[in-house]
């Protein structure tokens, strides 16, 4: 039943003008928290100096490991003499942090341990499936235990990073900053005796991440550790800034643990949503310990992820870390630790089926978290549905009051309408700003130019329906409290169908439509007469959603914004538009969830001049904006936020090794065009063939690539080894009966790298039955019909040979073999001279690749 606002207008009253109490307190409002929002979510804590008390975290103290890893010793590749370089300094780090403990804390057990792993995984990969094969790749290990058998002999839990970092970086952030918190947590726990640990910690620092987790599916399938343990932290980083934020979970008590624990825990669903879709290509090594995917544990992914255009690029350097980001997340995740101990001493449950629906979760401004099931988020979600639906039916039939389905259904598709205007308006201004100028995204890097010309665009896309839409002739139906209703119906829907497909941030729309709803059962469905009063209790009505909605949407369109960078180039005119028509769309979709069901009554406000004239300045606005940065932002990359190359120097060779062709290709990962940036000696000589097939040796990476510069180079130097794919022997058992067939042949391969510490792919394509390489074929579907069965493999820089075996239908057709062999070689000359042209505002990652083919 509604209560009455007092003093209300009839609902059949004339249009009034703007109401300037309820824009006023809404603008306070809006502007109160998004204030509050972008403080806490740049909140963090003070950093404590190397010389701080021994007992407490500090980051002064990991940052003296950082500026060893990535200083000192800088890239750390897989296969490069940096990566072992690293892998001996944190063996002896982790050797004294044991003597310590053994000499200080006669209550805890240490061991050091260096590990060699060796082995492979089918794996989906960016929705490929791959097999992931590792030789040799090193991994450091400090077991921290306490001293009492009982004690002891409980699980433990797992708290990992990497120390390797990806092509041209040193990777300061990712991830060389987590190992430093990693030591430092060790050596806190050592030396506060007020620490105590209930069960087992297993400190993991891994050698192969950034070739596909390599080194962490090592451990956990071979290490004698990986046996003992009941849960995991895995630590990463998409960016220099914190604070630290749970972007991933099994969905289980390991998340429940860490909020209830940590200082200042952050997360949000939205992330994990994304991840488990798809739609962000990136990965961890949470996927190698998550018993949802190809582990066997319960556990979280914490990640710090703001300033993304420093992400993998040359910038990811110490001094770029924002300084309290690794106290920060020092300080959350040790109290997790002693947390995660605690639960795992009370023998917890294994993780059910029923946890691995995940769970929705959300903080508050880092002080504390929202958590519930999926089993509660179908409940919940679907309540605001068949609440709005009964709403007709407890509503008074007294005709100014009514509210009736088929009204719901009119007002939920002009909310429709708004929602779509929202999305296409940012996206169509982007898109027609790229065609008339033919350069893409000024804004990247720039993120007020974004928020400036994107998000007005999108409110007034969100208005436009509202102020342009006749009123309706029904006494009340055309009241903002109905056509918020009416969203809500819109909204509830969209909940229910996110929610049964799994999607957790579906609470976004749940909040929205009981915000509606509330609204509707204390203030009544008619129009409101202007008073401070109503405007507050209104604002009151849609305060949670606003606060609640706001960290999750501002972050998203944050981070889309750094990430495209990374996203790839699509083909054709798509390439040169997809990045603007990405932001431009996220940035209506944010308007939309921070907006929401309280849309119908701000554009009422305006009134129906007011709003016109305020969607003709909302566009004015942005259509200024974009031809400001059009004509004084054409490049949209600089020193800070450079733009992304790769360059291979292709040797291309016969299977006898002689080399048929070598040149040097350049390919970008965004839509920006090359010619800008490439020097002219380099673009002044004959172009030659520029292939994406050439760029399989990143497989699946290869499918971000749709163009790119191609021009003759030198050979390889005299005397340099060409890798070599040999086969062995070939043996052939016979069938059981005439009717099995042929038989079938195992192929005893030999692969030679030519010089360690290479990375690469094998393409073979034809029927294969079973191998070695990993626990099961991986199977592709070729366009043309047949399967592809792609292999991914690397080595540390003693792994240079690789044996194996493939089992094919004895009759069948010659299997054919692509192979490209990789290697991170930064002393070569052809891809060096290159690089030194390069402007300052470029990043490139260069490599040796041998491509040659077989069939056997």
């Not at 990965?283 to 544990?297: I, N």
Request: charged share 15%.
């Amino acid at each position: 039943m509604a209560v009455k606002a007092a003093g209300r207008a009839p609902a059949q009253a004339k249009t009034r003008g703007a109401d300037w109490r309820l824009l006023s307190v809404a603008a306070v409002v809006y502007g109160a928290l998004l204030a509050t929002t972008l403080h806490f979510l740049a909140e963090v804590p003070q950093p404590l100096p190397a010389t701080a008390d021994a007992a407490l975290f500090s980051e002064g103290r990991a940052f003296e490991h950082l500026e060893v890893l990535a200083t000192k010793i800088g890239h750390r590749q897989v296969g490069t003499e940096g990566e072992a370089q690293a892998a001996d300094y944190l063996y002896r780090q982790v050797q004294q942090l044991a003597e310590q403990a053994q000499a200080t804390r006669p209550d805890l057990t240490a061991e050091a341990a260096r590990e060699s792993v060796s082995g492979g995984v089918t794996m989906h990969a960016f929705k490929f499936e791959i097999a992931n094969v590792y030789n040799n790749l090193t991994n450091v290990v400090l077991r921290l235990a306490p001293a009492d058998p009982a004690a002891a002999a409980k699980k433990a839990v797992l708290v990992n990073s990497h120390y390797d970092s990806t092509l041209g970086t040193v990777g300061a952030s990712d991830c060389g900053s987590t190992v430093a918190i990693i030591l430092e947590m060790a050596r806190t726990i050592i030396a506060n005796p007020a620490i105590k640990l209930s069960a087992p910690v297993v400190f993991l620092l891994n050698g192969g991440e950034e070739t596909l987790s390599q080194a962490a599916n090592g451990f956990f399938a071979s290490s004698r550790f990986a046996s003992q343990l009941g849960a995991f932290i895995n630590l990463e980083s998409t960016g220099p800034w914190g604070p630290d934020v749970v972007f991933q979970h099994t969905g289980d008590w390991t998340l429940q643990a860490y909020a209830r624990s940590a200082p200042h825990p952050r997360g949000t669903t939205m992330a994990q949503d994304f991840f488990d879709l798809g739609l962000i290509p990136a990965d961890t090594d949470y996927r190698m310990f998550s018993y949802r995917h190809y582990g066997a544990l319960p556990g979280i992914d914490v990640a710090f992820i703001f300033d993304g255009t420093a992400y993998h690029t040359a910038r990811d350097e110490p001094s770029r870390i924002r300084r309290g980001t690794l106290q920060g997340m020092g300080e959350n995740v040790l109290a997790a630790i002693q947390e995660y101990t605690r639960v795992l001493a009370s023998d917890p449950a294994a993780p059910q089926a029923s946890d691995a629906g995940g769970s929705v979760y959300f903080d508050f401004w880092g002080r504390f978290m929202v958590i519930y099931s999926h089993t509660q988020a179908k409940a919940l979600h679907h309540a605001p549905l068949f609440v709005v639906l009964l709403l007709p039916l407890l509503a008074p039939n007294d005709g100014i009051h009514a509210l009736s389905w088929g009204g719901l259904v009119s007002s939920a598709l002009l909310s429709l309408a708004s929602m779509l205007c929202a999305v296409v308006a940012p996206a169509a201004l982007g898109a027609a700003r790229c065609l008339a100028t033919g350069l893409p995204m000024p804004w990247y890097g720039r993120p007020a130019v974004a928020y400036a010309m994107f998000l007005p665009a999108a409110a007034a896309g969100l208005l436009m329906p509202y102020v342009l839409a006749p009123p309706s002739g029904k006494p009340g139906a055309s009241s903002p409290g109905r056509r918020s209703l009416g969203t809500a119906l819109l909204f509830a829907l969209v909940c229910s169908a996110l929610t049964s497909i799994g999607m957790h941030s579906s609470f976004f729309y749940a909040l929205w439509a009981a915000g509606a709803a509330i609204a509707a059962a204390l203030l009544g469905t008619g129009a409101l007469p202007p008073s401070w009063a109503n405007a507050v209790a209104l604002l009151a009505c849609f305060a949670a959603p606003v606060a609640i909605v706001l960290p999750s949407s501002v972050t998203f369109m944050a981070h889309i914004m750094e990430k495209v960078g990374l996203a790839g180039e699509a083909p054709g005119m798509l390439g040169l538009l997809s990045a603007d028509l990405a932001v431009g769309a996220v940035a209506g979709a944010t308007v939309v969830v921070s907006f929401g069901t309280f849309t119908p009554h701000l554009a009422a406000a305006l009134g129906r001049r007011g709003g016109r004239a305020a969607v003709t300045a909302l566009l004015l606005t942005s259509l200024g904006v974009a031809g400001w940065a059009s004509v004084h932002l054409a490049r949209p990359f600089s020193y800070d936020h450079p733009k992304r190359v790769l360059v291979q120097h292709i040797h291309k060779h016969s299977p006898d090794g002689a080399v048929t062709e070598s040149k040097l290709s350049v390919a970008g990962l965004d839509g920006y065009p090359l010619a800008p940036l490439l020097p002219q000696p380099f673009l002044g000589q004959p172009a030659a063939a520029f292939s994406t097939d050439e760029w399989e040796a990143f497989y699946p990476l290869n499918y971000l690539i749709s163009s790119g510069e191609a021009r003759p180079a030198p050979g390889p130097l005299e005397g340099e080894r060409t890798p070599m794919l040999r086969l062995l022997r070939r043996d052939v058992a016979m069938p059981m009966s005439p009717s099995a067939g042929e038989g079938v042949a195992r192929l005893h391969f030999e692969l030679d790298t030519g010089l360690p510490g290479a990375w690469g792919v094998m393409n073979f394509t034809g029927q294969v039955l079973n191998w070695s390489l990993s626990d099961k074929v991986a199977d592709t579907e070729l366009p043309q019909g047949g399967l592809s069965h792609m292999v991914r493999f690397a080595g540390n820089r003693h792994a240079r040979h690789y044996q194996f075996w493939l089992d094919v239908p004895a009759g069948a057709p010659a299997l054919q073999v692509r192979l490209f062999v990789k290697r991170v070689q930064e002393s070569d000359a052809a891809a060096e001279a290159l690089l030194r042209q390069l402007p300052d505002w470029v990043s490139p990652s260069a490599v040796v690749c041998y491509q040659s083919r077989y069939q056997f």
